[in-house]
């Protein structure tokens, strides 16, 4: 799928009056695997956010595939997944199998469909232990791959995750790397602080103080941010 941002500005309401989170970002993202970088409170979430359609923007336009993200959020939501970086506001179900099986409700799929999907999904992410858990006694990072898990079973053409890894141990971190990096995954689109991961991306977008500061091929724009960094 191919993201369109052209000038996005997204500003807000605040105690201080308007606070500008993005200003006049302009890039087009159409690699398989897409990571954006960048340091803290730069605007790596809110851009995102508009991608999904879950910030709007103040000015400019987003479309995903030419669905514009004002307007269109019913196309849109079936297109795109979107993982939050606090697993816990997605988690809505009682139960981890409950939580996974309601991505796929309202799909024209028999009960026993859902079923096998669910369970499919289950053994992927490698959580039978805690299919029936309640999702409230998860640690943190195991609600992490839950939220990750209920997206996928959906099958987004596009998945956006914030910051997917940044609660896992290191052996979950690499399977859910090698999970979203290989070449059968969807479309993903992910916010990283672990460069590394960003390395492995086909493009990568720097965003500095709500500006986009360099995008293109990985290697390039983590060396720029590293001489920011410097
Ligand atoms: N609703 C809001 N009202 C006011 N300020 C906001 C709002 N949402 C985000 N911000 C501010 O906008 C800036 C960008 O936030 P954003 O969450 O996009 O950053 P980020 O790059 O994802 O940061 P991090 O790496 O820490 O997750 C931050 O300074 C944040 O405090």
């Known amino acids: 799928?191919?993201?369109?941002?052209?000038?996005?500005?997204?500003?807000?309401?605040?105690?201080?009056?308007?606070?500008?989170?993005?200003?006049?970002?302009?890039?087009?993202?159409?690699?398989?695997?897409?990571?954006?970088?960048?340091?803290n409170g730069s605007g790596k979430s809110t851009l995102t956010k508009a991608i999904a359609g879950l910030v709007q923007p103040t000015a400019g336009k987003v479309a995903v595939n030419g669905i514009d993200t004002v307007g269109q959020a019913k196309r849109l939501r079936r297109a795109v997944g979107?993982?939050?970086?606090?697993?816990?506001?997605?988690?809505?179900?009682?139960?981890?199998?409950?939580?996974?099986?309601l991505t796929l409700r309202g799909r024209k799929l028999s009960r026993e469909e859902i079923s096998a999907r669910v369970e499919e999904a289950i053994r992927e992410h490698e959580l039978e232990d805690l299919a029936d858990r309640p999702c409230h006694a998860l640690s943190s990072g195991q609600m992490q791959r839950l939220a990750l898990c209920s997206v996928l079973v959906g099958e987004p053409d596009l998945v956006i995750a914030d910051e997917p890894t940044s609660l896992l141990d290191a052996r979950h971190r690499r399977i859910i790397a090698r999970r979203l990096l290989e070449p059968a995954a969807p479309q993903v689109l992910l916010v990283t602080?672990?460069?590394?991961l960003a390395r492995h991306c086909d493009q990568a977008v720097l965003i500095a103080d709500g500006s986009l500061a360099e995008q293109g091929d990985p290697a390039h724009v983590i060396d720029c941010y590293e001489r920011i960094l410097a």
């Open 1 to 39: 799928m191919s993201i369109t941002i052209d000038n996005l500005t997204v500003e807000v309401d605040g105690p201080e009056g308007r606070t500008l989170l993005l200003d006049s970002v302009t890039a087009d993202l159409d690699a398989p695997r897409i990571a954006i970088i960048g340091e």
């Open 193 to 196: 602080h672990d460069l590394d």
């Open 82 to 101: 979107f993982v939050f970086a606090n697993p816990g506001a997605q988690t809505i179900m009682p139960t981890v199998r409950e939580d996974i099986a």
